[in-house]
């Protein structure tokens, strides 16, 4: 969790045709496709679990946003942005729901780039706390970077997995 907004700029990396858009209305379709790309290595099985219906639901409601960062005009990856504040206590929150790179846009600079951009737009708004959640099955490089823009730890737990549920 962080409580401040970042205070120095968010240079983009030395990436040729690097361009940043946020989906409007974006088709189940395509969202299934990022997903999956994105999150196959790493185990994420929720949203594959979950009807059009219920997934569209998600994506397209006005308190979500998600970005895309293409490079060439291939997608790279998304991060996906959450206002639908779910907390008891009426604090403005936003959570970082995903956030990740296909593989093959690993190494270059654009995932600390994206997440800067991510935090920035979370913060544009006028909110109390922004939120994310990691776990030990996330790659290596995901809790250093959290850390590195500001995130600290407010709550842990054990969970186990099991991926055929
Ligand atoms: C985490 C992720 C976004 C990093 O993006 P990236 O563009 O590949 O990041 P980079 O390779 O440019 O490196 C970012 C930093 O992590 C460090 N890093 C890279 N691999 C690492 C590893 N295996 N262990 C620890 N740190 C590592 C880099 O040295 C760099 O640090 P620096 O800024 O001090 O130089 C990307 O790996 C990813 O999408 N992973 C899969 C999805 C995921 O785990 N998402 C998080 C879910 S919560």
Redesign the pocket.
Same mark, same amino acid.
């Given at each position: 969790m962080t409580r401040t907004p970042p205070e120095t700029a968010n240079l983009p990396?030395l990436v040729p045709k690097l361009a940043l858009l946020k989906l409007d209305k974006p088709t189940t379709g395509f969202y299934r496709y990022l997903y999956d790309v994105?999150?196959r290595?790493?185990h994420w099985v929720d949203r594959h679990r979950m009807t059009d219906l219920a997934l569209g639901g998600i994506i397209t409601d006005p308190h979500v946003e998600i970005w895309v960062p293409y490079v060439g005009g291939v997608p790279a990856?998304y991060i996906e942005l959450d206002r639908r504040n779910t907390d008891a206590d009426d604090r403005r929150t936003v959570n $970082?729901a995903? !956030?990740? *790179? =296909?593989?093959e !846009?690993?190494?270059?600079? $654009?995932?600390?780039? *994206?997440?800067r951009a991510g935090i920035r737009q979370a913060w544009s708004s006028g909110i109390d706390r922004l939120t994310?959640? =990691?776990?030990n099955l996330?790659?290596? #490089? #995901?809790l250093? *970077?959290?850390q590195?823009c500001g995130f600290r730890p407010f709550q842990m737990r054990d969970a186990l997995f099991d991926p055929r549920r």
């Open positions: 990396p994105v999150g290595p790493w990856g $970082i995903y !956030f990740g *790179l =296909t593989p !846009f690993f190494g270059r600079g $654009i995932g600390p780039w *994206l997440l994310v959640n =990691t776990c996330d790659h290596p #490089a #995901a250093p *970077l959290y590195k």
